[in-house]
């Protein structure tokens, strides 16, 4: 037994020793990440937004005019 377990266990080594060293080091690069520039909004965003708005309540508050005048018979 021990005759034959000598060369069978040196035979396995030399075979799998083999294949675990097959496909050399792995190296990982790590990525550079970009640098993220945020812009800033503009000052001013609100403007149009308020103009907008104030155009669309004195359209409503104004009404027309175009109505015509009420007579009463009399």
């Given at each position: 037994?021990?005759?034959?377990?000598?060369?069978?266990?040196?035979?396995?080594?030399a075979?799998?020793?083999?294949?675990?060293?097959?496909?050399?080091?792995?190296?990982?690069?790590?990525?550079?990440?970009?640098?993220?520039?945020?812009?800033?909004?503009?000052?001013?965003?609100?403007?149009?937004?308020?103009?907008?708005?104030?155009?669309?309540?004195?359209?409503?508050?104004c009404?027309?005019?175009?109505?015509?005048?009420?007579?009463?018979?009399?």
């Amino acid at each position: 037994m021990k005759l034959l377990a000598a060369p069978v266990l040196a035979l396995s080594l030399a075979l799998t020793s083999t294949a675990a060293f097959a496909g050399g080091p792995i190296v990982i690069e790590e990525e550079i990440q970009p640098d993220v520039v945020v812009e800033e909004t503009p000052r001013s965003g609100w403007i149009i937004p308020v103009l907008i708005g104030g155009i669309l309540l004195c359209a409503i508050a104004c009404g027309n005019d175009d109505d015509e005048p009420v007579t009463t018979p009399g």
